[in-house]
């Protein structure tokens, strides 16, 4: 009876992790088309690249992510495309684009005229932000990141310059079950996030009601 008993543990924590799995791999599949451009892409004009940050390892050594968004990024290039990689050093003394950029040139071959650091930025928001001057030149953008991530990224650009955003155009970021254990904590992370946000648009709509009762009792 127990190893019934085990067994049935076992095949219920196999079918929670690969739905687990199968959930994420949905979510980034989705994402990978969200919030792009307006504009068709003719596959002509500059071409820039933003490479969101991540933290390196505690001896500077690229962490998993780093070199999954550089690869992302390696094979979302077009010829002649300008690649940023944007991030400071926010954990650590290491600076995030440098480490990634020296990954990109040393290991996939990203020519070092091709590349291009923003060393300033925080977070993503930051990302964006920080790397418009860079990118105000070009005809196409493309945001870099876990697909997920990107379409956050995407997003904030829409914010910041809806001009620039009807630029974007997608990267070659999702492939199916490519760094799937990179891909399950990543959208867990972008689903906090978008949580978050929509917490802060029901309190400001909350605090927003509460200021116009006060203003018109009539309305409690």
């Known amino acids: 009876m127990r190893t019934k008993g085990v067994g049935a543990v076992a095949g ?18 989705s994402a990978t088309r969200r919030y792009l451009g307006a504009q068709p892409d003719s596959g002509h004009g500059t071409h820039a690249l933003v490479v ?24 979302s290039m077009t010829p002649g495309a300008l690649v940023i990689f944007s991030g400071a050093a926010v954990v650590g003394p290491w600076v995030e684009a440098e480490v990634m950029a020296r990954y990109a040139r040393e290991h996939l071959g990203i020519p ?12 993503t928001w930051q990302n964006i932000e920080f790397t418009i001057p860079l990118i105000e030149h070009a005809d196409r953008v493309t945001i870099v990141s876990s697909p997920m991530h990107a379409a956050r990224a995407r997003r904030y650009l829409h914010l910041q310059r809806p001009d620039l ?17 990179l891909k399950t904590p990543t959208a867990a992370h972008e689903l906090a ?13 909350v605090l927003g009601e509460l200021d116009l009762q006060r203003a018109d009792p009539r309305l409690s």
Do not use: K
């Open 12 to 29: 219920w924590a196999i079918a929670l992790g690969a739905a687990i799995v199968s959930g994420s791999e949905w979510m980034h599949r």
């Open 52 to 75: 969101l940050g991540f933290p390196a390892r505690a001896d500077g050594s690229t962490h998993p992510l780093q070199r999954w968004r550089c690869r992302i990024a390696a094979r």
């Open 112 to 123: 070092a005229e091709s590349i291009r650091t923003e060393t300033e930025a925080e977070n």
């Open 165 to 181: 955003a009807a630029r974007l155009i997608p990267a070659d970021d999702y492939r199916p079950f490519e760094a799937w254990w």
């Open 193 to 205: 996030a978008i949580a978050r946000r929509r917490a802060g648009r029901i309190v400001v709509r």
